[in-house]
């Protein structure tokens, strides 16, 4: 009776023996064998934040994101966090966009309906 997964090779090196000048495959990234750079995890950290407090962080949380993009790019991917860089980012552009939106409706739709419900100074 045939194996019910497709048998593979072992990989011809030990995982943790890779070093800086060998480009890192989408297998051990996965494994957590590339070293994650520390601007994705901040910009993770803020885009979380960035749902309490839009302005601070979800600018720090875009700016952080795109540092971390750019080092990932620039390291050949020997560095991981990207998609933790990529939802910093998210998550800090969406928390701006939400409190742009509701300062817009705001001042457009409630505070015009309230003065005119208010009653007239006299």
Avoid: E, H, N
């Avoid at 011809?12 to 495959?25: D, E, I």
């Amino acid at each position: 009776m045939p194996p019910f997964f497709p048998m593979y090779a072992p990989p011809p090196y030990p995982l943790g023996a890779a070093t800086s000048s060998q480009t890192y495959t989408g297998y051990q990234a996965a494994m957590g064998d590339v070293p994650t750079t520390p601007w994705a995890t901040a910009a993770l950290i803020c885009g979380f934040f960035a749902l309490i407090l839009p302005i601070p962080f979800g600018l720090l949380g875009i700016i952080y994101g795109s540092i971390a993009l750019g080092k990932i790019k620039q390291s050949g991917d020997r560095l991981g966090g990207r998609g933790m860089a990529i939802a910093g980012i998210a998550m800090g552009a969406g928390a701006l966009a939400l409190m742009i939106t509701t300062f817009v409706l705001y001042f457009v739709f409630i505070l015009p309906i309230i003065q005119s419900i208010s009653p007239s100074g006299g």
